[in-house]
């Protein structure tokens, strides 16, 4: 299973909107509605952010929303704060395992 | 509340053994799967395998079969990652994540097992 592909790098300013793509394929992202998006500060564990493609755990903040349309599951970071910027990856089922993205760095300009 | 705590950091030489551990309390995780996770320094993360206690089922990443062993004592609610020969290139912070069987995220993350392997 390879990685999920994601852009290494977003970047936006304060108050600004951001999205993140993730593309896999018709085994994983495509064919299963369990892509989650988890959010990692440095030295710190990953925290789920949003799962089942669009939800948000209680306690995560409204500003991150997620979507899918075939191959490719993206996370929306809207009104983007300084404590937004992290590392970014998503996760999807692939039927008996999980596979992550790449990663993205989101950097608060 | 759910929580789960791993072993310490481990400094070894290569060729030498190692076990490191994952326990979860708060909950009965005869219901739950365990995942581990791989984090080079400076790189993304990579599962590993799964561990399910309920009947210790362990699927592992293709990219992990036969690297490592993972596995389990459902009475003390305790999942395993093991080396039997550790290389310099297993240096990394290896992550245990925890979820109820039925839900398809992991919410509940361990510390992370730091691992340093040089001569």
């Known amino acids: 299973q390879s990685a999920l592909t994601q852009p290494a790098s977003v970047s936006g300013s304060p108050g600004q909107s951001i999205t993140i793509s993730c593309t896999g394929t018709s085994s994983d992202v495509g064919r299963y509605n369990y892509v989650s998006w988890y959010q990692q500060h440095p030295g710190k564990a990953p925290k789920v952010i949003i799962y089942?493609?669009?939800i948000r755990p209680s306690g995560v903040s409204d500003r991150f929303s997620g979507s899918k349309s075939g191959n490719t599951a993206s996370l929306t970071i809207s009104g983007l704060l300084p404590e937004d910027e992290a590392d970014y990856y998503c996760d999807s089922f692939t039927g008996s395992m999980y596979v992550f993205g790449t990663g993205t760095k989101v950097t608060v300009l | 509340e759910v929580q789960v705590v791993q072993s310490g950091a481990e400094v070894k030489n290569p060729g030498e053994s190692l076990k490191i551990s994952c326990q979860g309390s708060g909950d009965t995780f005869s219901n739950y799967w365990i995942g581990w996770v791989r984090q080079m320094p400076g790189k993304g993360l990579e599962w590993m395998g799964l561990f399910y206690f309920s009947n210790s089922a362990t699927p592992y990443s293709p990219s992990f079969q036969g690297q490592v062993s993972i596995s389990g004592d459902k009475s003390i609610s305790t999942a395993y990652l093991q080396w039997s020969s550790l290389k310099a290139s297993d240096s990394a912070m290896y992550y245990c994540?925890?979820?109820?069987?039925?839900?398809?995220?992991?919410?509940?993350w361990g510390q992370g097992t730091l691992v340093s392997v040089s001569s």
């Open positions: 089942d493609v669009n």
């Open positions: 994540a925890a979820t109820r069987d039925g839900n398809f995220r992991w919410d509940y």
